[in-house]
């Protein structure tokens, strides 16, 4: 069955980097747009970035444009987001999803990345 | 980009239908038919619902349906159920592969 499992949450302070994964299995990864949604404490959820299928174009919400970057290893069947200069209002679940156009499908469990002053 | 609203609550008892309703402008949901909707329960990651408005994945209840009328999308959740208690969140494109999300909308079921 599909799995979206991802990991590299933690504590930092901020203005530090942190990097989250997203292992995929059950689907065929290569053929599938990724994105990246994350949900704060006690909030909502708010999408944060896509990559397509084969790598070549990648958006961003205007909160993290030029601070977050997503990328992606097909080789590997694994998602990427390297995440620059955190800020408290970074704090939140992370979770990957898989895209068919328009909506997202599958979703992964979160990984919870946590910036403190 | 705004997020889309939504009521923050809304409640009904067993068998009763409610809406949710889901508000966002000529930038997203009254220019794209790309509406979805998705259930929350607390600790867990969201699952789709409804998408393209009004289609429902296999496996998910018929008591679920969606629908549009320019600028405001609806989930009705007919048949009420305690299951049904979660929070849901309303999603439209806002162009191509961007997205904004509801405000999210807390049922319960008295």
């Known amino acids: 069955q599909v799995q979206l499992v991802e990991s590299g949450g933690g504590v930092v302070h901020t203005g530090e980097s942190l990097r989250l994964s997203c292992a995929a299995s059950g689907f065929t990864f290569s053929g599938r747009g990724i994105h990246w949604v994350r949900q704060a404490p006690g909030k909502g959820l708010e999408w944060v970035a896509f990559i397509r299928s084969d790598g070549s174009n990648e958006h961003y919400a205007d909160s993290v444009k030029g601070r977050f970057a997503i990328s992606r290893d097909n080789s590997k069947r694994m998602l990427y987001l390297q995440m620059n200069s955190l800020r408290l209002e970074d704090t939140a679940v992370y979770f990957c999803?898989?895209?068919?156009?328009?909506?997202?499908?599958?979703w992964g469990q979160g990984t919870l990345a946590t910036v403190s002053s | 980009q705004s997020a889309l609203t939504q009521p923050a609550s809304v409640s009904g008892s067993p068998g009763q239908s409610i809406t949710i309703s889901c508000t966002g402008t000529?930038?997203?949901?009254?220019?794209?038919?790309?509406v979805s909707w998705y259930q929350q329960y607390p600790g867990k990651a969201p699952k789709l619902m409804i998408y393209?408005?009004?289609k429902r994945p296999s496996g998910v209840s018929s008591r679920f349906s969606g629908s549009k009328s320019g600028n405001t999308a609806s989930l009705t959740i007919s048949g009420l159920q305690a299951e049904d208690e979660a929070d849901y969140y309303c999603c439209s494109s806002t162009g191509t592969f961007t997205y904004v999300f509801g405000t999210g909308t807390k049922v319960t079921v008295l």
């Open positions: 393209d408005v009004n």
């Open positions: 999803a898989s895209s068919p156009p328009g909506y997202f499908d599958y």
């Open positions: 000529s930038s997203d949901v009254g220019n794209y038919n790309y």
